[in-house]
């Protein structure tokens, strides 16, 4: 067939696909529309999951199994209130987890009022996410036998040795306590093992065992690269590894400012994001417990001038 008489592009339909499947617990669908029903049939995964994926984004940082209890707070919020996504978002934005505080903020009665969902109106209904919809019974669903799950193999254990040491700059460390989550995310790393790190430089010190899989007979840049991609991905893509810094400790220079508004962590990721990418900018920090940020600069690439005008043309604002 051709997608248009104007554009000569064609195409050719596929072989069928086939829709059918099963649920880990043993139920069937015979096509997508039935996998979605039986899916939608508890809501309150789907919003804890899209919780734990917002809280991410919105904090940039992975989600701590401390957090799991505030999480669950704003997934049944959310379920109280009737709610769908768009509740999602406003508790998940009035929570601890994004705001600090210890409670979280209560939101308005008028917005409370049209962020419920009406399962009277028909024309709301088509309009919400298939996650709050009221949804038809699904016909004698099949119920199969669940397969028994083998047992998991012993976990590797790996040894390691000062000859195989790497220096990396860490990229994300934006506040004090990040540190704690790069050492969560690398615990989870079986074939690296945390040495030690210097805080004004963000620069790490990790050992990694050579004869596994993942590092065997790669070069310097080559470690340094897998290392990084295994870390983005337990991360939450919140964390990296770059090669360390070519410039000596002592030539760079420390540069320093209060940040008006700097009041929540997504505030500090966003003056850091912005930080970290300028050139001649070898590591910064952005807190929003201090609400001030940093910057380690090589004089030679950029000064405060330069980042100021930087941080001005974004909307960042200096006390």
């Known amino acids: 067939g051709s997608i248009d008489p ?35 049939k508890d809501a309150t995964k ?55 505080d210890d409670n979280p903020i209560e939101m308005p009665a008028e917005v409370l009022a049209s962020s419920r969902n009406v399962e009277d109106d028909a024309e709301a209904t088509s309009h919400r996410m298939i996650m709050t919809a ?8 099949v119920q199969a036998e669940v397969a028994s799950v083998a047992p998991s193999e012993t976990a590797v254990e ?48 990790l050992a990694y065992a050579a004869t596994s899989e993942l590092f065997r007979n790669g070069n310097p840049e080559q470690i340094v690269e897998r290392m990084n991609n295994r870390l983005r991905q337990l991360s939450g893509h919140t964390l990296g590894i770059q090669p360390p810094v070519a410039t000596p400790r002592d030539q760079l220079e420390r540069i320093e400012w209060t940040i008006r508004g700097l009041d929540c962590q997504a505030c500090s990721l966003a003056v850091y994001d912005i930080l970290q990418r300028m050139p001649g900018v070898e590591h910064a920090t952005a807190s929003f417990h201090t609400g001030r940020a940093t910057a380690l600069i090589d004089p030679t690439k950029t000064d405060r001038a330069t980042i100021e005008a930087a941080l001005k043309a974004r909307g960042v604002t200096f006390e």
């Open 6 to 40: 104007f554009i000569p592009i064609g195409f050719k339909l596929g072989p069928a696909v086939d829709a059918s499947g099963e649920l880990p617990d043993g139920r069937e669908f015979t096509d997508v529309r039935e996998y979605q029903t039986l899916v939608a």
């Open 46 to 100: 789907l919003l804890r999951n899209l919780a734990r994926q917002w809280a991410v984004y919105s904090t940039g940082r992975a989600v701590r199994f401390a957090d799991r209890p505030r999480i669950e707070q704003v997934v049944q919020r959310t379920l109280s209130q009737g709610g769908g996504v768009r509740t999602l978002l406003h508790e998940l934005v009035g929570s601890p987890l994004f705001t600090g």
């Open 158 to 205: 790996y040894s390691f040795d000062e000859a195989h040491r790497v220096r990396v700059r860490v990229i994300g460390l934006f506040e004090p306590h990040r540190v704690d989550d790069l050492k969560s995310a690398l615990a989870e790393f079986p074939e690296v093992l945390f040495v030690g790190i210097d805080d004004a430089t963000a620069e790490a010190t």
């Open 134 to 141: 009221v949804l038809p019974a699904v016909d004698s669903p």
